[in-house]
């Protein structure tokens, strides 16, 4: 081999190397780029969005003269049966039917205690359904993922992306007016 064609290859070799490199990296970015236009596609939406906006489950609630009633009351503990009933038949927002949406919230596991999370109830605020009753019919919503994922525990916040169906489910939990056929999930830390 020639003095030239050696000192050519000697400088083709790294350019080759450098564009083979470029090309991963290009490819990895444009993995990037489809995987962050993905979530973007999610439209985020808020947990007051998930109630139909003529619904008021206070009104009952402004009837009663709830001073004049104690807990032992029979006509109280009708009352908290009317009103249980009210919240896990509450109405959904059927605009939502198919629509690809990101809800942050708290997990209520279904699974059990297991080191997997698969299917599980996304409330909006700490607590509910574990410490205290559940809230109503459409602030619940049950979250199937397609396969199972580890590191999240009862109660964590997650931001969890998928297609919402309005769709009433009974678990041991609470009643779920919506289910979520998750396609991501991922922890939320709340902005400081």
């Not at 199937?144 to 489910?169: N, Y």
């Amino acid at each position: 081999m020639n003095a030239t064609r050696r000192s050519w290859l000697k400088r083709a070799v790294p350019a080759v190397a450098a564009l083979a490199v470029l090309a991963v990296l290009a490819g990895d970015l444009r993995h990037r780029r489809s995987h962050a236009d993905a979530i973007r596609s999610y439209r985020l939406i808020r947990w007051w969005e998930l109630t139909p906006k003529e619904w008021d489950p206070t009104k009952r609630l402004r009837e009663l003269d709830l001073d004049a009633m104690k807990d032992s009351d029979p006509r109280s503990q009708r009352f908290l049966q009317e009103m249980r009933a009210t919240w896990d038949n509450a109405p959904t927002v059927s605009a939502l039917n198919g629509e690809a949406v990101r809800l942050v919230g708290y997990i209520v596991p279904l699974d059990g205690p297991a080191a997997e999370l698969r299917e599980f109830l996304l409330v909006p605020y700490f607590g509910a359904c574990i410490h205290s009753p559940p809230p109503a019919a459409n602030q619940i919503v049950h979250v199937a993922l397609p396969e199972a994922v580890k590191g999240f525990e009862a109660m964590d916040m997650a931001q969890v992306s998928g297609i919402m169906k309005t769709m009433r489910q009974d678990s041991r939990m609470g009643i779920s007016g919506y289910h979520l056929a998750a396609e991501d999930i991922e922890r939320y830390v709340p902005r400081q």
